[in-house]
């Protein structure tokens, strides 16, 4: 009995040990090394590991490793440059291994012969080791059984389909930030299970005739391209994002006829810089007959194909367009996000071909489109006719625009009408709920400006000196949930706000408000912001309506009167969070103070009170100096009469 338990201690023991052995990191199946500044492999290895992590050391050569399980290893961040002919020889089962960020480029021989013993490998790190074309080729011999290749930050220049010879299983493969400026036919081709090619930040300056039916994400961003060309056949491509970002692209892609795309993503570009849509359309038409030698008869052919795409998603932001291209776009009948930021509108206009006589009107629609952002153009007007034509359009962001809403609700458009209004519609859009205005330069917000609409969220900031009309919100006061009037320069006289009870979030900081609107009581306020304003106090009633259900409200900023603060009781009683109270502070004739340190001594500054009301530091001195007086006239009279009852007796 004594001699089972005295055995089960030492084994108890013994796993404890092995547990919290030095570089052990959770159990016998998986150790790590990293960042211990090593110069070798470590000669204690378990031979039952599985994962072993040597990484970011100083280990430059690599003998034989004796872990027969291994199946994953970690070389990542050493000095590398020579692996022995056999130091793989006993790793039968190793399946992912990451030789990046060291100098396999110095000892090719002998480390290609190593790489080319591990048949089984599923998924192979060689970035940055300076590898030039050849020496990537060297390395990637035997390779049938590769998923996963990853070539970044190499000086590779020129892709042939001598480097993938031997690796036509791979799935995903990442050759970025290289020198890559020509890729020879059938490089890719081959390698039928190829779903995610990423290319990014390289040299390249056009793709002229996109082949690669099996690939789903394709990655061509931060190189020099000027165009992208399919040639149009019956091939079912398996695309479904493209990246084409930070290039140089002057027109939109030629797309395959048929794909699955459902991203692509076009910012960072010169899209627009050749001028109207109609003169994009004439030069890629031309492009493509030049390079496929094929004649087009029929104007924006090429585009029409992306009725069939389902496109979900397109980034256009960061661009050249001085007009927007409707006809291009309205071709996506599945387009649900469209980002047109940063761009160089101050229009958008109804510039439809075929389109003279504005009594007909040829309607066309983005069926789909559900959020459309123009942050940051120049726009002043839009077309009543293109709000039409957003019967979906849920969110819009206007951010850093100079549009000035309408004052009516447009039920119908008649049959001429200024396409150069001054003033944007917003009643047309009935489906829209989220509605950015920030730093539009709105002077007046008329009466009813977005009735018709169903909005959720209203951002009016930092339109400087902006008078709310009366009923300026009238139509959307039961459905606005969020409302931010910050930065307006607004003072108490100009704030009038209707009953909203939907509101739960109300931002009216930075501005010069010293009390809040009486209104708000009617609402479901959870998240108040009222900081940098010039508030003394808060309104104990109306907070005390609010705290059913707030739970946070924003302070900093104010003037507060620490003697004057009832209301922060009434917040505390009813548990509102003050993410800021730390940073707020009050006054006192004493001096100024942060709220905590205030409340850690009430009543040493705020200690004397007089029918319920404080009496100030100003206000004592002056009873005091009344009593000084006092009592010096009461000494002075004692004294004259005590000198005559002298005089008297005398």
């Known amino acids: 009995m004594v001699r089972h338990i005295f055995s089960n201690l030492i084994l108890v023991w013994s796993i404890t040990f092995d547990l919290y052995r030095p570089g052990w990191t959770h159990h016998s199946k998986k150790q790590s090394w990293n960042n211990q500044n090593l110069s070798s492999v470590p000669l204690d290895l378990d031979v039952k590991l599985r994962r072993l992590d040597l990484s970011n050391n100083f280990i430059t050569?690599?003998?034989?490793?004796?872990?027969?399980?291994?199946?994953?290893?970690?070389?990542?961040?050493?000095?590398?440059?020579?692996?022995?002919?056999?130091?793989?020889?006993?790793?039968?089962?190793?399946?992912?291994?990451?030789?990046?960020?060291?100098?396999?480029?110095?000892?090719?021989?002998?480390?290609?012969?190593?790489?080319?013993?591990?048949?089984?490998?599923?998924?192979?790190?060689?970035?940055?080791?300076?590898?030039?074309?050849?020496?990537?080729?060297?390395?990637?011999?035997?390779?049938?059984?590769?998923?996963?290749?990853?070539?970044?930050?190499?000086?590779?220049?020129?892709?042939?389909?001598?480097?993938?010879?031997?690796?036509?299983?791979?799935?995903?493969?990442?050759?970025?930030?290289?020198?890559?400026?020509?890729?020879?036919?059938?490089?890719?081709?081959?390698?039928?299970?190829?779903?995610?090619?990423?290319?990014?930040?390289?040299?390249?300056?056009?793709?002229?005739?996109?082949?690669?039916?099996?690939?789903?994400?394709?990655?061509?961003?931060?190189?020099?391209?000027?165009?992208?060309?399919?040639?149009?056949?019956?091939?079912?491509?398996?695309?479904?994002?493209?990246?084409?970002?930070?290039?140089?692209?002057?027109?939109?892609?030629?797309?395959?006829?048929?794909?699955?795309?459902?991203?692509?993503?076009?910012?960072?570009?010169?899209?627009?810089?050749?001028?109207?849509?109609?003169?994009?359309?004439?030069?890629?038409?031309?492009?493509?007959?030049?390079?496929?030698?094929?004649?087009?008869?029929?104007?924006n052919y090429l585009h029409a194909n992306w009725r069939l795409m389902p496109l979900a998603y397109i980034d256009l932001s960061f661009n050249h367009f001085t007009?927007?291209?409707?006809?291009?776009?309205?071709?996506?009948?599945?387009?649900?996000?469209?980002?047109?930021?940063?761009?160089?509108?101050?229009?958008?206009?109804?510039?439809?071909?075929?389109?003279?006589n504005q009594s007909q009107v040829r309607q066309i629609r983005f069926p789909s489109l559900k959020c459309l952002d123009l942050q940051k153009n120049s726009l002043t007007s839009v077309s009543p006719f293109f709000l039409k034509a957003l019967p979906q359009i849920d969110t819009l962001n206007l951010q850093e625009n100079q549009v000035q809403p309408c004052g009516f609700l447009m039920k119908s458009l008649p049959k001429i009408f200024d396409l150069n209004s001054s003033c944007v519609a917003f009643g047309q859009l009935k489906t829209l709920k989220h509605l950015n205005l920030r730093e539009n330069y709105i002077k007046i917000l008329p009466p009813t400006s977005f009735q018709g609409t169903s909005l959720i969220s209203l951002n009016l900031a930092k339109n400087n000196h902006m008078v709310i009309g009366e009923a300026a919100l009238e139509g959307v006061?039961?459905?606005?949930?969020?409302?931010?009037?910050?930065?307006?320069?607004?003072?108490?006289?100009?704030?009038?706000?209707?009953?909203?009870?939907?509101?739960t979030n109300l931002n009216i900081s930075n501005n010069k408000l010293n009390k809040t609107p009486g209104s708000l009581a009617c609402s479901s306020l959870k998240v108040i912001d009222v900081r940098n304003n010039a508030f003394t106090s808060l309104n104990c009633s109306l907070l005390q309506t609010l705290s059913l259900n707030q739970t946070a409200m924003?302070?900093?900023?104010?003037?507060?009167?620490?003697?004057?603060?009832?209301?922060?009781?009434?917040?505390?009683?009813?548990?509102?969070?003050?993410?800021?109270?730390?940073?707020?502070?009050?006054?006192?004739?004493?001096?100024?103070?942060?709220?905590?340190?205030?409340?850690?001594?009430?009543?040493?500054?705020?200690?004397?009170?007089?029918?319920?009301?404080?009496?100030?530091?100003?206000?004592?001195?002056?009873?005091?100096?009344?009593?000084?007086?006092?009592?010096?006239?009461?000494?002075g009279f004692s004294r004259k009469l005590c000198c005559s009852q002298r005089s008297f007796m005398v």
């Open 61 to 299: 050569q690599l003998h034989a490793l004796a872990v027969p399980y291994l199946e994953q290893l970690d070389l990542s961040g050493n000095q590398l440059d020579l692996i022995s002919e056999g130091a793989f020889g006993n790793l039968a089962r190793l399946e992912h291994l990451n030789l990046s960020r060291n100098r396999l480029s110095v000892s090719l021989g002998s480390n290609s012969k190593a790489l080319g013993s591990l048949g089984r490998l599923k998924s192979l790190d060689i970035s940055m080791n300076g590898l030039s074309n050849s020496a990537a080729e060297l390395l990637l011999r035997n390779k049938s059984s590769l998923d996963q290749l990853k070539m970044t930050g190499n000086v590779l220049i020129k892709l042939s389909p001598s480097m993938f010879r031997e690796s036509k299983g791979i799935t995903n493969l990442i050759i970025e930030d290289n020198l890559i400026s020509e890729i020879e036919k059938q490089t890719f081709e081959p390698l039928s299970r190829l779903e995610s090619l990423n290319l990014a930040r390289n040299n390249l300056a056009f793709i002229c005739d996109f082949t690669l039916h099996q690939v789903k994400y394709l990655n061509l961003s931060r190189n020099s391209l000027e165009f992208f060309v399919t040639r149009e056949d019956a091939a079912l491509y398996s695309l479904e994002v493209l990246d084409l970002s930070h290039n140089k692209l002057l027109y939109f892609p030629i797309l395959p006829k048929l794909n699955k795309l459902k991203h692509l993503y076009l910012q960072n570009n010169l899209l627009g810089a050749l001028g109207s849509e109609a003169v994009m359309v004439t030069e890629v038409n031309f492009l493509y007959q030049h390079i496929m030698k094929e004649r087009i008869h029929r104007k």
């Open 323 to 356: 007009s927007f291209p409707l006809e291009t776009l309205s071709l996506l009948f599945s387009l649900e996000t469209l980002n047109f930021s940063h761009n160089c509108l101050q229009h958008i206009n109804w510039d439809i071909r075929n389109y003279h």
């Open 477 to 503: 006061q039961a459905t606005l949930q969020s409302l931010i009037i910050s930065e307006i320069s607004m003072n108490s006289s100009g704030l009038s706000l209707p009953c909203m009870p939907a509101l």
């Open 554 to 635: 924003f302070i900093s900023g104010n003037k507060f009167n620490c003697c004057n603060s009832r209301w922060l009781t009434v917040l505390n009683e009813m548990m509102v969070r003050l993410p800021d109270i730390n940073q707020t502070e009050c006054f006192t004739q004493l001096r100024n103070l942060t709220f905590p340190e205030y409340l850690e001594h009430p009543s040493f500054y705020c200690s004397f009170k007089r029918d319920g009301q404080e009496i100030h530091f100003g206000q004592i001195i002056i009873i005091v100096l009344f009593l000084i007086v006092l009592l010096s006239m009461l000494i």
